[in-house]
């Protein structure tokens, strides 16, 4: 995240990359900065601050560069600070959703203050338990489709943007097959995280070292996770 403080150069590498001359939404990654010079991780109240970062971003549209600006991996407690100083709302906010970590609270602050909200890694990552789950078993059968597309489903039945990945041609297709799931379904969905050993990150496992992530601690995050991405209770 050295790019904090040279914005619209950044921006100018990503067209230059893609061979495009302006994109529809340009993104923040993380709240965290890095020194350019020394890869050193910036603390919150060093320059750039995320605050500072955002500024220069809401700079771009006036560019023709990107129509839209938004956010990913942001706290309430970091996405308060931000709306406090920001003369421009953030039009999308990405997060981490998946039934394991359905984030209720952040995605609630997000949509009353008028982000939309798009969610990664919507299907889990890696050794995901929704594939061997009997009750996500008994909703494919149910309603004849993939597991995938439940979870796609359920994402989008709860006003979010799932963004999917795949190389597979036949899934990628499948993904866009979305279905009505009935509220009996999307309660027991939305309760699945509850189950012991369920309510975590799927896309921070291994990442998180004595408590930090990328040089923040979870406090200085606003996460309540634990070093093994567990939400702490």
């Known amino acids: 995240m050295p790019d904090h403080e040279r914005v619209e150069a950044a921006l100018d590498r990503s067209l230059n990359a893609l061979g495009l001359e ?5 993104l923040m ?7 350019p010079e020394t890869g050193r991780t910036l603390r919150p109240n060093e320059s750039p601050t ?3 970062t955002w500024l220069e971003m809401e700079k771009l549209p006036l560019t023709g560069k990107t129509k839209s600006i938004g956010i990913c991996n942001f706290s309430i407690k970091n996405l308060e600070i931000l709306l406090s100083k920001a003369n421009i709302v953030p039009a999308v906010h990405q997060i981490e959703i998946h039934p394991c ?17 798009a969610g990664y890694t919507p299907m889990g990552k890696g050794s995901a338990p929704f594939y061997s789950d009997p009750m ?7 309603y ?20 999917p990945k795949s190389s597979n041609e036949e899934r990628a297709r499948q993904n866009l097959q ?19 050993g369920m309510h975590r990150s799927h896309s921070l496992i291994g990442s998180i070292k ?18 093994d991405g567990y939400v702490k209770s």
């Open 22 to 26: 302006y994109i529809d939404l340009y």
């Open 29 to 35: 990654h993380w709240p965290q900065a890095d020194d």
């Open 50 to 52: 995320f605050v500072e």
């Open 101 to 117: 970590l359905p984030n209720f609270e952040l995605i609630q602050y997000s949509k009353a203050n008028g982000i939309v909200v």
């Open 136 to 142: 996500f078993l008994s909703l494919a059968s149910k």
């Open 144 to 163: 004849e489709v993939q597991i995938g597309q439940i979870l796609l489903s359920w994402a989008i039945q709860r006003g979010t943007i799932p963004i």
């Open 178 to 196: 979305i279905i009505k799931l009935a509220q009996e379904d999307m309660n027991t969905i939305d309760e699945y995280h509850k189950q012991p």
């Open 210 to 227: 004595d408590g930090k992530l990328l040089g923040w601690t979870m406090d200085e995050l606003g996460w309540p996770y634990d070093d």
